[in-house]
């Protein structure tokens, strides 16, 4: 495993799964003491169901910790496609965390911008105002995207911290989307980039390295106000990196 800076390429996606796993556990220690809660917002993805297994076997004090959702598809959640659905099965409820810890996104709401408001009105009442997790991750999809903050598409512009959630048209899969603004995710004490695959390299390198453009690679816009952003890439999405 190789560390520079905020960037920490792990030989293989276990080596990955370990060193989220300890970075979680150090950060979920602290906020505990400090604060009596730890507060995290999950991804949906492959790779993060991998984490969310590993969590699974680890001694934590799991009664402080609230789960919330970056992002989600307009689907109920029960679906196979629901993010919370694979966080539920892998994460949830194998450490049998009720339902008063757990804020997912209120699909079965009519329309995508009542289920944005919806969740944007309880991060309200919970936080007390403006969303801050102690903890947020995030993949990196083949496009430059992060949540469902996709290329060219509306959600982009919400660059103020009182449009905590919005729904999102993505022409490109013909579908609504529903999720947390840049403005909130950048909010958070500590941001985790998770990339595994050689699939998402040229969008890594972008990223990282290129030019800023984060209209057409909207994970550019993830830069934390007051926190930490980390990646953590395994080899073959960061074959494209220069040294």
């Known amino acids: 495993m190789k560390q520079k800076d905020n960037i920490v390429i792990a030989d293989d ?5 370990d060193e989220f796993t300890r970075i979680f556990v150090e950060l979920c220690e602290i906020s505990v003491k400090e604060s009596g ?10 790779t993060p169901k991998i984490l969310y297994r590993r969590l699974v076997s680890v001694k934590l004090p799991w009664n402080r910790v609230f789960f919330f959702f970056g992002d989600e598809r307009c689907v ?3 679906h196979s496609e629901s993010n919370f659905r694979m966080a539920s099965k892998t994460l949830l409820k194998p450490l049998s965390v009720p339902e ?10 009519h329309g995508p911008p009542d289920i944005a408001a919806d969740y944007a009105e309880r991060l309200r009442t919970f936080f007390g105002g403006v969303p801050r997790f102690d903890l ?3 993949g990196l999809g083949a496009d430059g995207h992060t949540a469902s903050l996709f290329p060219d598409t509306k959600a982009l512009n919400y660059d103020d911290s009182t449009s905590f959630a919005v729904s999102n048209w993505v022409p490109e899969l013909q579908a609504y989307r529903i999720t947390l603004t840049a403005a909130v995710i950048n909010n958070s004490a500590e941001i985790v980039f998770v990339v595994a695959g ?3 390299a040229a969008a890594l390198a972008a990223v990282i390295q290129g030019p800023h453009k984060p209209e057409k690679l909207p994970a550019q816009l993830i830069d ?3 926190g930490r952003l980390r990646w953590l890439i395994d080899a073959p999405a960061a074959s494209l990196l220069t040294p």
């Open 136 to 138: 947020c991750l995030l």
């Open 13 to 17: 996606v276990n080596e990955l799964a």
């Open 100 to 109: 008063t810890r757990i804020f997912r996104w209120s699909t079965e709401l």
């Open 224 to 226: 934390p106000v007051d």
């Open 37 to 46: 809660r730890f507060t995290v917002a999950l991804s949906g993805g492959s």
């Open 76 to 78: 109920p959640p029960d």
């Open 198 to 200: 050689r699939e998402k």
